[in-house]
């Protein structure tokens, strides 16, 4: 850890508050106080990003440039801290002020650039690469409202803004001296020159202005200082003179204002195509902006393009920016004259795609006639990457119509639409799914034809999180008995958390790890108090499904479970083996109708629950709301079991099971995503896997009737007809009527009552088993020493080594 000097801290930070806020510090609010102390740490941090950046120059280091459309970092004050190694100090020096570091840290507002697991897992790597010395810069979009709030009126979900500080935030640095330049609209001129060639000129286009700040990201250790660089619209104001001097003044306010909605809101829905033109406008933006960017700090200090994919990799965080494809031909085509065929090679060798979804619902796709509008530049381009394409199909496989057909990047057949998954498979070098059993549907379901035509460009990298925010700063209890028994090497290298194994059999060790679990579960409690207003039992089982609310993740089977509990107390007399609460928590996207009337659903059993004296002391059920990442932080660490209940062969990877695992809690589980291998790494007699695997659902689906298992099952009947009836829903009869509809009538896509019975019986297995105490401790140290693997700094490694090529520059 390299050590900070922090003797000049109480005096930056009153030099802060004066000259920037005119407050004394006397005077200072918690925000004000919380914003002193963040400023100086992000001094701290700009020194650090100068010299990071400088070893890198000075290397002329391949430079790996993550593009995403959603980043979800969380509070970075407590963060920074923990990876500057000046946490404990300038907590002390906090107090000697009289005040108090945790209540700063709560004045943060968590910045919510995204949804969830794709945008939490690019922070995760941002982190990683930061730890591991490596030249890793993220690019996003600056959204003015990041996801939204939600609040719970009446059991329903209601949305509010969430404006962030996205100009005043001090994580935040202006760059007022970048600035990208993107045109937009306009129409292709065909003109011909002397030799009598065609030469499309792209002309009319407007000009949206792309701004820059920038967010430091510390690795772990103080070494290294990365960013993540963000883009907000802005119309550019020569073109408002322009469209002002043609005399339309409001049509030039009017134009203004169009511009800069484009980064104004971020889509809330995950893993679903959004469809609207205003979300393409926004793909292509941060498309657009970013590689201006990375092509003018490549020519800083190169010439030509001949070494751009040794000193440049571009990866693709899903289809969102796969516009880059496109894009980086025709800046390379049309800007910097280059001929297509080495465009083509530099394109293909500097960029890489990860895949993070199967959902048909999710593979984004864009009508022809939308971008024939917004971006016809780039159509043509598209067109021509199409059509050389297929020639090269073509040739390797003769008379064969249905390759070319399950291969174009444009579907035709009604509206022609592009297939955003195709154009980033051609324009890629490296195609990679995010868990094992997912990378193996990629090749052999969701694209079985691009991996016969190159088997080589296919590979899997697990996901992984890191171990500095989901351990170390988010369960200091457990941090802090890890490393008193094994150093804290862990911190940067978890696979020694494998030391841990042996103290299973050290009963001081046993003891204090489960004190800790259990401190964490009355902080728990008291936030669950706090924001559902239920009190719940430290010493019941803390059950916890918490993730976006989704069919395909099956939050519904959970509740057939808890109703099914209920029922077995209330009318059958069966008391469980040991009290539990049963912990929800997530977002629905705002038009997702069978997601909400899902939290209400839950609201509608926990009030029933809650409130019955007969049940309430065995079973109770809470939603937290606003599910968040720094709710994750206090969730995770008090977890008994996790619920990682998907239909098999619909979650990509999932990241939260292993956030879970790692601190303590047991999984319940099917064999989907990471989950398959956390299961083999912690052993499957230390968690519980139950349900359909993925190629019996293949097998079943054509057939599949759910009547069968309802009319088979009186006990999921009984649930079924008290779900279907208004014992939940006293008040608006009849609302659960279509959740129940969606299993009975519409097919069960999902397998709900497929899986029911496997699912009650572990879940009755797990309650059993609970009552253990001593080895249930045993099983939770050996989930937290098992999960090394799933660190994030394994992942980023696999990627430098296999995709990227880079390299660590201590
Ligand atoms: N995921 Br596509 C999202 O969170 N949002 C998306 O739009 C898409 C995927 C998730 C997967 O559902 C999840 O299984 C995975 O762990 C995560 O991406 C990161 O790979």
Known sequence: MNKIDLSGFKAAMGQYLRYVRGKKIEDASQKDLFNAVSSVVRMLLIDITMETEDRYTKADAKRMHYLSIEFLPGRLLS???????????????????????????????DPALGNGGLGRLAACYLDSLATLDMPGFGYGINYDYGLFKQTIMAGEQRENPDFWPNRSSPWLLARSDVRCMVPVYGRIQGTEDRE????????????????????????????????????????????????????????????????????????????????????????????????????????KDHEGFDQFPDKVAIQLNDTHPALTVAELMRVLVDVHGLEWDPAWKITTKTLGYTNHTLLPEALETWPVSILKRVIPRHLQIIYEINRRFIELVKQRFPNNTRLVKSMSIIREGGEQRILMANLAIIGSHSVNGVARIHSELVKNNLVPDFYRLWPERFNNKTNGV???????????????????????????????????????????????FAQVKRANKIDLAEIIGETTYVEVDPDSIFDIHAKRIHEYKRQFLNVLNIVHTYLKIKEDKQIPGAPRTFIFAGKAAPGYVNAKLTIRLIHGVADVINNDPEVSPWIRVVFIPDYRVSLAEALIPGADVSEQISCAGM????????????????????????????????????????????????AMRKHYNPRDYIENNPDLMRVMNVIRSDLFCKKDPGIFKRLHDAVVDFGDYYFNMADFSAYVETQNQVVTDYCNKKQWAERSILNTARTGYFSSDRAIREYADDIWKIKPFP
């Open 79 to 109: 963060n920074n801290l923990l990876n500057l190694g000046i946490e404990k100090e300038c907590r002390d020096i906090l107090k000697t002020m009289n005040i108090d570091l945790d209540d700063l840290l709560n004045e943060e507002h």
């Open 196 to 299: 009598g060639e065609y030469n499309p000129m792209w002309v009319d286009w407007k000009l949206i202005l792309g701004r820059v700040h920038d967010i430091p990201i510390a690795g772990f250790g103080g070494r290294t200082v990365n960013r993540l660089r963000l883009f907000s619209a802005w119309a550019s104001e020569d073109f408002d003179m322009q469209v002002f001097n043609e005399g339309d003044y409001f049509r030039a306010v009017e134009e203004k204002i169009q511009f800069e909605s484009i980064s104004k809101i971020l889509y809330p829905s995950d893993s679903m195509a959004a469809g609207r033109e205003l979300r393409l406008v926004q793909e292509y933006f941060l498309v657009a902006c970013s590689v201006q960017d990375i092509i003018r700090i490549y020519l």
């Open 466 to 512: 890191t171990p500095r925010r989901w351990i170390l700063s988010a369960n200091p209890g457990l941090s802090g008995l890890i490393t008193e028994a094994i150093g804290d090497g862990w911190i940067s290298d978890l696979d020694q958390l494998k030391r841990l194994e042996p103290l299973v059999h050290d009963s001081v060790f046993l003891e204090r």
């Open 651 to 698: 979650e990509a990877s999932g990241t939260g099971n292993m956030k879970f695992a790692m601190n303590g809690a047991l999984t319940v589980g099917t064999l989907d995503g990471a989950t398959v291998e956390i299961a083999e790494r912690v052993g499957l007699e230390n968690l519980y896997i139950f349900g359909l695997k993925v190629d019996e659902i293949a």
